[in-house]
């Protein structure tokens, strides 16, 4: 341990002094607010999250899923994101207008390829009757 009081004794960055611990962090740019911040926001967060799984986990059973689909389907990300305005259906007709043949087909088959096997049946159902009318 002497050691280590040796080197702090006479090191270059110590100033026994006139010891002033935000001098150096100022000096090299650090923010020391910043992190109290940031551990502050952290703690928050993390209490806000608690409460929402402690909120979905005194649902019913029956509607804790439907509950997170609407959750989820509010704050996904995607632009624009105006999910009060206007619906899911009306937004993806927005994306297909602007994309081309090849990302239709890539968005297509990526989406099917991500839904249940009772979904993908659903989908074809869907688009075989409507394909045959």
Known sequence: MGDIENIAEHSALSNSK??????????????????AFTHDHTLNRLRTASALACAVAACDSDDRVPFLERLLEELRPGWPQVPFLCGVMEEAGFWADM???????????????????????????????????
């Open 18 to 35: 006139n010891e002033n611990p935000g001098a150096l962090a100022g000096a090299t740019g650090a923010d020391l607010h910043s992190s």
């Open 99 to 133: 994309a081309s043949r090849v990302e239709l087909k890539a968005y297509c088959l990526a989406s099917y390829q991500r839904m249940t096997p009772a979904d993908q049946a659903a989908f074809l159902g869907y688009v075989q009757g409507r394909a045959a009318a």
